[in-house]
């Protein structure tokens, strides 16, 4: 799963966000697709084999397309291990992430899971202004408040359609907001191939002692495809995201990211034929608005801040 937001993009150039060039948004689009695929596939996995173990195969998958990419003779960087604490406690992150996403999956729609992930980028900026002492305007605290009432529209909290899954959901998304910012803190001060291959190794090795409690062979053809598709899925994602970050910034790129709603809706219904609820709409619509404005705003600052910067 990939919420808009600051993912491990390369450090880029302090240049006012514009248009995103076409080159830049089809691997974007591509790659919201692909988590929406993957997202899917793993609820499918989750109704075949316990959830540790299809986590599992997702990294174990990831680790050895990682290994042979970014191989110790043609990347010997990627294989310093720097910030090692830093480095698994953001891996540590994504497993939690990882679990919890695929259990909620479990019981819930993928549009429903997907939805309250996207509050994933105003929790950024919240946790931006606790631990980093970044300033936001009133505007953007409105924006995150108006996104949080957007996932108690999804959840409905205290009302008989409340899941208890919904709360994996929110630690999925949790989880994901703390990675993103380690993530931005190592993305200038370690190897990026170094930062790829501990996350997918760290998870393998970390699932492997509660994997041996629940280990089931996958029992057919298609089970294994599942599987594979899903470690494959992941990395080339990541790798679309990291293309698109080559050809825009961050911020110029993370509104589209909401075209994942889209992807997931179409392929829940194609595969499970589920249909969200209004609920789900109208909650996923509040937080996407929020978000598109929470952008906005950052867009705005970064202006000011840009001309004042060039006035002095």
Known sequence: MSFPGPSAPSPQPPVPPTRAPLKALIPLFGSTMVFACLDTTAKAMSYHLPVIEVSWFRYVINLLMA????????????WRFERPGLQIFRALLLTIMTLANFSALHYLQVAEVTSIGFLSPMVITLLSVIFLHEKIGIRRVGAIAVGFLGVL?????????????????LTSMMSGAVYNLVTRHLATRVNPGSLVISLAAVPSLLLIPPLLFVWQTPSSPLVWAGLIFMGAAGGFGHFLVMTAHRFATAATLAPYGYV?????????????SDVPSIWTLVGAGVVVASGLYLFHRERVVHAREMA?????
Request: no cysteine.
């Open 153 to 169: 529209l999804i959840t409905q909290p205290g009302f008989g359609t409340f899941h208890p899954a919904m709360l994996l959901a």
């Open 67 to 78: 290994m042979a990419v970014l191989n110790p003779l043609s990347s010997p960087g990627a």
């Open 308 to 312: 004042a910067a060039t006035r002095s």
């Open 260 to 272: 994942q709603l889209i992807w997931t809706v179409v392929s829940g219904y194609l595969v499970f």
